[in-house]
């Protein structure tokens, strides 16, 4: 009677110390969990935090340095050293690498807006821009501004030159994008059109004003077709003459930067305000 007493006692501790077991056990598994969490939830904000720091600095290193490299402008009239490209190229590899928008060829942040800040030998920027740069004295014209709107699947990039502070010129290029891939698209020449110059009455000098008004009486005097045909420019047709392929590297809401088969960067900065969209459209591609 004694002995199963006993080995009743015996087996009822046993159990109890084993329930007691668990129990600590849950409660370290529970604790571990705790601690994972609040490390997950401390340390997930500050490397976002962090990354996001990076990717600032990097883009505003970016920026300064296109100032101390003298702008397009320098880099149209090859006044561009070494040093200085070397020195953009290795700023944009760096901010291209912390790229926030995974699939750009879809991104609302793509139309808008931008004016060229660098950009390679087959750029269509630089097509433009030399267009007019190389027909006028650099004594007697200077670029103004060059600059690219993306809409509805077409870019249109348009040089604006100055001539003599009076006379502004204008030419063009429109050009078909279609989407290729996840940040892959491809570009074709539509046409140019040379627009007609503009002048400022207010800038001319007193001694031709006279002239000036005596010109714009005899223009009003021509047929509406001819007047209309000037006013509208002078189109040329580039269907099916030029056509590249591009990845587009890095895209925010201030800025773009492309690059073409060769490798060569094209970065623009984004003029005016971006809408800034909750969810990105995903739209169907060829792969």
């Not at 660098?118 to 060059?146: C, D, I, Q, T």
Request: aromatic share 8%; with cysteine.
């Amino acid at each position: 009677m004694c002995q199963r007493t006993f080995n009743a006692h015996a087996l009822s501790t046993v159990h109890y110390k084993i329930l007691e077991n668990n129990k600590r056990n849950r409660k370290r598994k529970i604790i571990k969990r705790c601690r994972a969490m609040v490390q997950q939830t401390v340390q997930g904000p500050s490397a976002a935090y962090a990354k996001e720091m990076e990717r600032l600095s990097a883009k505003e290193s970016l920026l300064l340095a296109f100032k101390d490299a003298g702008g397009f402008e320098a880099l149209i009239a090859g006044k561009t050293t070494e040093m200085q490209c070397i020195d953009v190229n290795e700023r944009i590899v760096s901010l291209e690498r912390l790229n926030p928008t995974p699939r750009p060829t879809t991104s609302p942040y793509l139309e808008g807006r931008w004016s060229f800040e660098w950009f390679g030998s087959g750029s269509p920027g630089l097509f433009a821009a030399r267009f007019l740069f190389e027909r006028f004295p650099p004594a007697l014209a200077n670029l103004s501004k060059l600059d690219m709107v993306i809409k509805d699947e077409y870019a249109n990039i348009a040089a604006n030159m100055k001539l003599l502070n009076l006379i502004e010129s204008s030419f063009i290029l429109s050009t078909r994008l279609s989407i290729e891939g996840p940040m892959r698209m491809k570009e074709e020449y539509v046409e140019g059109i040379f627009e007609s110059p503009k002048i400022y009455e207010e800038t001319i000098p007193q001694q031709l004003r006279s002239a000036f008004v005596q010109a714009a009486s005899t223009v009003q005097q021509l047929p509406v077709s001819i007047r209309d045909a000037m006013a509208s420019g002078f189109k040329i047709p580039l269907g099916g003459t030029y056509q590249r392929l591009f990845l587009i590297s890095y895209l925010d809401e201030e800025v773009l930067i492309i690059r073409d088969t060769a490798g060569v960067p094209e970065v623009l900065t984004r003029l005016d305000p971006a809408l800034l969209p909750m969810v990105e459209t995903i739209t169907e591609y060829e792969s």
